[in-house]
């Protein structure tokens, strides 16, 4: 092989030859012409780069495209620059801070000094200029730049942020990039030019401390998202906007489910009675399969001995940035909040010795945990500081993992497909297999413990995407990525495999052979958390709850006063049965009664007037369908049965 050529590695495992120098837009061209016209970035050695940046020496070579998270994330941050640069041309002398992409979209923070942006009036003209500067396809391009030439050049443009900024950087690694007009400070990398840039949006303005202290300046971060083409930009503002009708804060009020009091403390949810309806619904639905699948409840309390999280390792860990610990009179005594049921559920299963004729031994809880969130992570029920897992630890020989595995999948599936969720991958993540030092536990077990969690999820026919380096440094593990109505990713339950914990609480069994064993422990959640799998149940079903799950099955809406007492004696005989829901007694007319039962979304609507009392029928009405047609009342309970089993999507 001459010098001048390098070996290029591709993802698939090909190997191929190219002159020192070539970039991965020209690996994409030897490749496909179509492929060279869509490459944003390449990942050069897991690193990603310009795609126009030359490689000098043998590598692995990865092309990154819009389909790429890396590609899309590539070309949001690229648009940063763009906006930014559209900025300067508005209003001129502008300073600027930061402009990372976030997960959807960029932002980037900026000083307008004495200027004003009105977003009426600017936003338009912002998104304007962005694509007007888009179409003349600007190269962004790299420069390597010493320090002290940097921080002159961004002396005298006046901007000081930019100054503090490379004043924490290291000569000999500092880079700008230049596109059109527009020069930053960056590490990279970008897309090849601006023209791939088609259409652009500010979706939002907030005020933004000057690195995130509130003591110093701040700076206004404008929100934007572009796309490669017009048309993604226009569904994904419908998204938007569907994803705004189905928020589960919005709806959470709406519905009277659940509510937030800053008295009671950020982040702490307080459930009103139809949101504990709910929530009791799928924590008795769930005890159910649970116990079928030979599992055994137990209760343990919400706070703990420090010394019991020492040995966990957990205080190490969190402690410093969690609920501090609570003090008692005896002051060589402290208590934790619980941050997770698992060390509890260790101390059961230390309860007495245990036997390998018990295992796997199966412990279940809805256990009430707390975690310190920053307040600026909050976010209604998805995040929050007090929580409620459907939590389990299953201890286990070796042998047992797979099988252990297969029926953990079998019981998250049937939640999932109960609940309507029928689009979803699994993920398992493994070792990252050049750094086993890494982990804790023996390499034969973690042998074991991956091949049993691929064969397991192979068996059970999931579709799966494989991670190295995933896995917790305790064991390797299996996610649910679910996928809502929205097509929005949510990850939902996750099971564990544990070697650390079983070490640090010294867990054993006798064997057949008399010796004694230390257990596996698996961790296992199937909706993750109460509060999270509500919101994201909410928005997934638009507040429309199935039948089954619904806190208010059914309204029974009189015509008139006259009504009343059959109206509750209805409802009585309904309760009895297991149904809930109330009577609309207002003095209304009977179409303003039945307009409100559709904006509460109420699944059924029984209509009493005259011709019902007389004949001891109902009217029922089914929510966005309208009449169904009268029934008498057992006719009434066997649809009512029927209704509730065909929600159960079974
Ligand atoms: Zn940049
Ligand atoms: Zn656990």
């Known amino acids: 092989m001459s010098e001048k050529q390098i070996k290029i590695t591709l993802p698939d495992g090909t190997v191929k030859e190219y002159p020192k120098g070539v970039t991965g837009i020209d690996v994409a061209g030897s490749i496909s012409e179509g492929l060279a016209r869509n490459v944003l970035a390449a990942k050069v050695n897991g690193e990603v780069w310009d795609a126009t940046r030359p490689v000098d020496r043998d590598a692995t070579l990865q092309l990154l495209t ?21 900025l300067e041309s508005l209003f001129p002398g502008v300073k600027f801070g930061i402009g990372p992409a976030i997960e959807t979209g960029f ?8 200027q004003e942006f ?11 200029k962005m694509l007007e500067l888009a179409r003349e396809k600007n190269q962004y391009k790299r420069e390597e730049i010493d320090k002290k030439s940097a921080i002159k050049y961004f002396t005298e443009k006046g901007d000081e942020y930019k100054i503090e900024l490379l004043r924490d950087l290291e000569d000999g690694s500092i880079t700008f990039y230049h596109q059109g007009n527009f020069t930053d400070l960056c590490r990279g990398p970008h897309i090849p030019n601006t023209g791939f840039i088609k259409a652009a949006k500010i979706l939002n303005i907030a005020g933004a401390y000057w690195r995130g202290d509130e003591k110093r300046k701040q ?3 404008l929100y934007g998202v572009t796309f490669p083409k017009q048309k993604e930009l226009t569904e994904y503002l419908e998204l938007l906007e569907e994803a705004r009708k189905r928020d589960h804060r919005k709806l959470g009020k709406e519905l009277e489910l659940f509510t937030f009091s800053e008295k009671v403390g950020m982040g702490l949810p307080l459930w009103l009675p139809k949101g504990t309806m709910l929530r009791e619904r799928l924590v008795d639905f769930l005890k159910k399969a649970q116990l079928k699948a030979g599992y055994e409840g137990v209760i343990t309390p919400h706070i703990g001995n420090k010394q019991l999280y020492i040995t966990s390792g957990h205080y190490e860990k969190y402690g410093k940035d969690s609920f501090q610990p609570i003090k008692v009179p005896d002051e060589n005594d402290e208590f934790l909040l619980k941050p997770m049921n698992c060390p509890h559920h260790c101390e059961i299963y230390k309860a007495r010795p245990r036997s390998y004729k018990e295992l796997p031994l199966r412990l279940a809880e809805f256990g009430t945990v707390y975690r310190y969130e920053q307040s600026g992570e909050l976010h209604g029920l998805t995040r929050v500081r007090g929580f409620t897992q459907d939590d389990a630890h299953i201890f286990c020989r070796h042998d047992q993992v797979k099988d252990e595995f297969k029926k953990v999948i079998d019981l998250v599936l049937y939640v999932f497909n109960t609940l309507g969720f029928e689009n ?25 413990a991956e091949k049993a969690i ?3 999820a192979d068996e059970k026919g999931l579709k799966t995407v494989t991670v190295l380096g995933e896995a917790a440094f305790y064991g390797p593990k299996l996610d649910f990525m679910v996928k809502d109505a929205l097509n929005r990713s949510w990850q939902l ?26 257990p596996v422990m698996i961790h296992r959640a199937p909706f993750g958390s109460l509060e999270r799998f509500v919101a994201i149940l909410i928005e997934h079903c638009a507040g429309e709850f199935p039948l089954w799950l619904s806190p208010e099955q059914f309204i029974i809406l009189p015509i008139s006063e006259k009504f009343s007492s059959f109206s509750e004696d209805l409802l009585k005989y309904l309760e009895e049965n297991n149904f809930t829901g109330s009577v609309d007694n207002r003095d209304e007319k009977i179409g303003r009664k039945i307009r409100d039962a559709e904006i509460k979304k109420v699944p059924f609507m029984f209509i009493v007037g005259e011709k019902e009392q007389e004949s001891n029928t109902v009217s029922v009405r089914k929510h966005k369908e309208g009449d169904i047609g009268s029934f008498d009342r057992k006719g009434l309970l ?6 509730t089993e065909k929600s159960m999507n079974l």
Do not use: C
């Open 493 to 518: 339950g996750t099971i564990q495999v544990d070697y650390n914990l079983p070490e640090r609480f010294e867990l054993e069994y006798t064997g057949s052979d008399n010796q004694k064993h230390r």
């Open 454 to 456: 691929i064969e397991a």
């Open 638 to 643: 066997g649809f009512m049965n029927s209704e």
């Open 424 to 448: 979803f991958t699994a993920q398992i993540s493994l070792r990252d297999p050049e750094n086993k030092s890494k982990y804790i536990g023996e390499d034969k077990n973690w042998e074991i």
């Open 219 to 221: 700076l206004t971060r």
């Open 107 to 114: 932002y980037y923070d900026v000083d307008f000094g004495d």
């Open 66 to 86: 819009w389909n790429d998270k890396e590609g899309k994330s590539t070309f949001w941050h690229s648009s940063a620059h763009l906006m930014a640069e559209a």
């Open 118 to 128: 009105d977003p009426l009036k600017d936003i338009p003209r912002l998104e304007n």
